[in-house]
């Protein structure tokens, strides 16, 4: 696998990688098509993106060479914040990042949804082989398991709930706090409905849709998308977490609507929907994804005391993979045998 991740890379960065659904679709079939892979599949997330390959037949120079293909540019000039794994290395690091060890909250949930959902988009494309097919399964397998019998962290670390603490530090009572969230899917939907949960007063944007059933938490009134900018000035919080590849909000549209009263801007998306010129404007304060998470996951012995325990889970899902894999690999050498006897 060749990946970019928090670790390495800020948030400057890791959005030149990211990709939508729609953009994952298309690198997988690209890939297919111009590279010698048995299988591919395709990790993005706020935190990382990650292309994982099978049965790639060329060196790592060759891998980098997929990076400057899909994104058509000089990768050269980003090596520096790209990890590539190979083997064993590549499989361990995918069964920690599926339980949540390689995140930057320790233990967070999303992380096992969005490697299912990657899994799941492959096999709908078809560029899913054999091997990452098992590969995938278990490591999804493990971290279920680890979620069931190890608890990383003592509370919950959505980034819904980060909305919330940041909100319970800036303001003495959330009681008629007035939010605006741009932004219908996931991640907007559940920020939406924990600051209703928590007292504030939510409006939340929808699009117009000619089909599908659009889920509005119950409690938010609803403003149209087009509108957003109209909302922004009434606004004590103003948070966007859409999928798009533009800007919701640009430095000149909110400069001509706000006062210089203060609040709150929190862009929750990669790429980032918000201009960050915003954040020079009289009274604005500009959180991204990166500085919501500030300070998370000192480091204590009860939470050494449980990562011993999740790798004791890890590694006996790995070593099953293993077997399947090396039994695969007999079972392929003994098959390519027969054949040449049975030629001779």
């Known amino acids: 696998m060749i990946g970019i991740d928090h670790s390495k890379a800020s948030i400057e960065f890791r ?5 939508t659904k729609s953009k994952v679709v298309l690198a997988l079939n690209d890939i297919r098509n111009k590279f010698p892979v048995s299988g591919c599949v395709i990790i993005s997330t706020c935190n990382r993106t990650e292309i994982w390959f099978s049965k790639f037949l060329g060196d790592d120079e060759d891998i980098y060479k997929v990076i400057g293909e899909i994104y058509d540019m000089d990768e050269s000039l980003y090596r520096e914040f790209f990890t590539v794994r190979h ?20 233990g967070e949930d999303q ?15 078809g560029t899913i082989d054999t091997v990452l097919e098992k590969l995938f399964q278990m490591a999804i397998t493990s971290a279920k398991r680890v979620k069931t019998n190890v608890r990383l962290t003592p509370v919950d670390t959505s980034v819904a709930t980060k909305v919330l603490d940041l909100l319970k530090v800036k303001y003495t009572s959330l009681k008629e706090v007035k939010c605006l969230v741009i932004g219908n899917g996931e991640v907007g939907r559940l920020t939406a409905k924990t600051l209703v949960d928590a007292g504030c007063s939510v409006s939340m944007t929808l699009r117009q849709y000619k089909r599908g059933v659009v ?8 403003i149209q998308y087009d509108d957003r900018i109209d909302y922004v000035n009434e ?8 999928l798009s590849p533009h800007y919701t909000l640009i430095y000149d549209d909110v400069k001509a609507v706000i006062d210089d009263r203060k609040r709150l801007f929190i862009d929750l998306a990669i790429p980032r929907d918000i201009d960050t010129k915003i954040k020079d404007l009289e009274g604005v304060e500009l959180y991204d994804i990166d500085s919501l998470s500030e300070n998370e996951n000192s480091t204590n012995e009860v939470l050494e005391a449980q990562i011993i325990k999740v790798e004791s889970i890890l590694n006996k899902y790995i070593n099953e993979f293993k077997e399947f894999y090396y039994n ?10 027969k054949k040449k006897s049975e030629v001779n």
Do not use: W, Y
Request: hydrophobic residues 40%.
């Open 111 to 125: 992380i096992l949804t969005q490697v299912k959902e990657s899994a799941s988009i492959s096999r709908e494309e």
């Open 215 to 222: 889920q509005v938490p119950e409690g938010c009134r609803i």
């Open 328 to 337: 695969r690999e007999i079972r392929r050498v003994k098959f390519e045998m």
């Open 15 to 19: 959005e030149k990688f990211a990709f």
């Open 235 to 242: 606004s004590d919080v103003v948070i966007s977490g859409t």
């Open 87 to 106: 083997g064993n290395e590549a499989v361990k690091h995918l069964f920690e990042l599926s339980c949540g060890l390689k995140s930057k909250i320790i």
